[in-house]
T-cell receptor, first 113, second 111 residues
Framework: KAGVTQTPRYLIKTRGQQVTLSCSPI?????VSWYQQTPGQGLQFLFE???????NKGNFPGRFSGRQFSNSRSEMNVSTLELGDSALYLC????????????FGQGTRLTVV | GIQVEQSPPDLILQEGANSTLRCNFS?????LQWFHQNPWGQLINLFY???GTKQNGRLSATTVATERYSLLYISSSQTTDSGVYFC?????????????FGKGITLSVRP
């Protein structure tokens, strides 16, 4: 079956702009989580959505937001981009209940200039 | 929050050698996964192993949950094994299912 699909793969944005990233989970998976990877901070949890509800949130400013649709697809949005937002953004999906094994997409590499 | 430490941070091997990568964690966990990050950034699932031992080809893993550590063994290493290996843990399911990652182990396998 198809894996986790993230679009776009690469993105270049200017400071102050906003960006929307998309994630389609594995079919049947109801939980989608987002992570940010930077050389300095490593992999950090952003937020998790389950059945269209944010179930958990990491320690990121309010400029980072997300949502999940009824088909479990998720989007994350970053407003007022800063240079420090340049990172690899990874999305993971899991069944979301008792089975918590996470499967990751290929990521979206965001560069803010 | 839960702490995850991986060691060693860097490992250089000759092709054909064996290696052991370690992951220590600070609290009881419901989920422990090992990943290999490919050059394009994708995290490839190696093992889902909150406890016990599993094997997949040249790779095997053991988690001793009561002592809060996990080991990833790579035997007869190949150049394609190069890359960064991450251990990630989660306390539970549902709202406690977020993964906390270690800093990773960079493995270089020389031909």
């Amino acid at each position: 079956k198809a894996g986790v699909t993230q679009t776009p793969r690469y993105l270049i944005k200017t400071r102050g702009q906003q960006v929307t990233l998309s994630c389609s989970p594995i079919s049947g998976h109801r939980s989608v989580s987002w992570y940010q990877q930077t050389p300095g901070q490593g992999l950090q949890f952003l937020f998790e959505y389950f059945s269209e509800t944010q179930r958990n949130k990491g320690n990121f400013p309010g400029r980072f937001s997300g949502r999940q649709f009824s088909n479990s697809r998720s989007e994350m949005n970053v407003s007022t981009l800063e240079l420090g937002d340049s990172a690899l953004y990874l999305c993971a999906s899991s069944l979301g209940e008792w089975r918590v094994e996470a499967f990751f997409g290929q990521g979206t590499r965001l560069t803010v200039v | 929050g839960i702490q995850v430490e991986q060691s060693p941070p860097d490992l250089i091997l000759q092709e054909g050698a064996n290696s052991t990568l370690r992951c220590n964690f600070s609290d009881s966990v419901n989920n422990l996964q090992w990943f290999h990050q490919n050059p394009w950034g994708q995290l490839i699932n190696l093992f889902y192993i909150p406890s016990g031992t599993k094997q997949n080809g040249r790779l095997s893993a053991t988690t001793v949950a009561t002592e809060r550590y996990s080991l990833l063994y790579i035997s007869s290493s190949q150049t394609t094994d190069s890359g960064v290996y991450f251990c990630a843990v989660a306390r539970g399911s549902g709202a406690n299912s977020k993964l906390t990652f270690g800093k990773g182990i960079t493995l270089s396998v020389r031909p």
